[in-house]
């Protein structure tokens, strides 16, 4: 069985990207369709999951999330964990994959660039001098040097990878209504310590084994706010296992699809809001002794308390961690 599973959701029959990715040697593609399409196979090689199917995949989640959601992917990770997966990316259906794309991925412990200290950290700084953030990055530190951060070579372990993008990397409204620069990053990599928050998303990630079970993306926050609620929460949850979340250089180009940059912002604002929040609550709860299923369960339990999800989150989460479990146990 392949070990290198691609995870992409998709309502195109056909797109560039995924033919791409569908081609790419020594990995397996599973694109998730939703009710808006795709409506028939649009690739040669991977595993299409139709959304008329997903239901009889045998995922008790399946039954129960909602449809036309980004969230959806979440079906895909099962999938990819049912069939054996060592190490899984996922993209999006407007990133083209580069040369480089996949190459060298390393989850091994070694010396590694690595940020320290406490608070945020914007990565982006380390790949250009541009001003630019990233999406989900809190307003009110956007022109904040965090004066606590330290650089320095350590040994450290890393679960997962964001893999940067160029062209029109992952950035919010406000940026692109504002300054919409196109961005080329500098090759490099960094790793955040603990205690260092800094988002990332779903569009260029690679992710070891011991990280599976925090790549659930959440249904009951807006779009906009799935992954990166995901990303923060998941940070959180590495530091409880000694492990890092890092940064990659640039692997894809996004050619972004069509979005209404209004209707981006208006998804972006419970983002906003409650990201400063979210971090206060990661800060401080206590997670010590409790294993990885019910350190996500605490999680977002107390996430539902501050107003962050909905009660409907807790019983989809529970669903998703079932299969997971008995699916990676196969």
């Not at 160029?166 to 990053?185: H, N, S």
């Not at 979005?259 to 981006?264: N, V």
């Not at 990885?292 to 107003?307: N, P, R, T, W």
């Amino acid at each position: 069985m392949n070990k290198k599973w691609i995870v992409i959701t998709s309502i195109q029959n056909h797109k560039k990207a995924l033919e791409q990715f569908d081609n790419k040697q020594d990995w397996k593609l599973i694109v998730v369709g939703d009710r808006k399409g795709p409506d028939t196979n649009p690739i040669n090689n991977g595993v299409f999951l139709h959304i008329d199917k997903q239901k009889n995949l045998g995922y008790a989640y399946a039954e129960e999330c909602p449809e036309n959601h980004y969230a959806r992917k979440n079906i895909g990770y099962l999938k990819a964990f049912q069939n054996n997966a060592e190490v899984i990316a996922e993209s999006d259906d407007d990133n083209l994959p580069m040369k480089n794309w996949g190459v060298d991925i390393d989850f091994s412990i070694r010396d590694l660039h690595k940020v320290s200290g406490f608070g945020f950290y914007n990565v982006y700084k380390i790949f250009t001098d541009k001003h630019i953030w990233p999406r989900g990055y809190p307003l009110d530190q956007i022109k904040v040097d965090n004066l606590s951060i330290s650089h320095q070579n350590s040994s450290t372990s890393v679960a997962v990878w964001q893999g940067l993008a160029d062209k029109d990397p992952d950035v919010d409204a406000i940026y692109r209504l504002t300054l919409g620069d196109e961005v080329c990053f500098n090759a490099g990599e960094v790793v955040l310590g603990e205690g260092v928050y800094c988002p990332f998303n779903s569009q260029n990630t690679f992710w070891s084994k011991s990280a599976f079970l925090f790549m659930y993306l959440p249904s009951t926050v807006a779009f906009r706010y799935t992954d990166i609620l995901r990303g923060y929460v998941c940070q959180r949850l590495l530091w409880k296992n000694n492990e890092n979340l890092g940064f990659l250089t640039p692997s894809v180009v996004q050619e972004r699809n069509f979005h209404d940059l209004q209707e981006d912002f208006i998804g972006e604002i419970s983002m906003y809001t409650t990201v400063n929040k979210v971090i206060d609550l990661l800060s401080s709860i206590d997670l010590k002794e409790l294993n990885d299923k019910d350190a996500m369960i605490k999680v977002y339990s107390e996430l539902h308390k501050i107003g962050v999800v909905e009660y409907d989150e807790m019983t989809l989460l529970k669903l998703w961690l079932t299969d997971a479990e008995k699916v990676l146990r196969r």
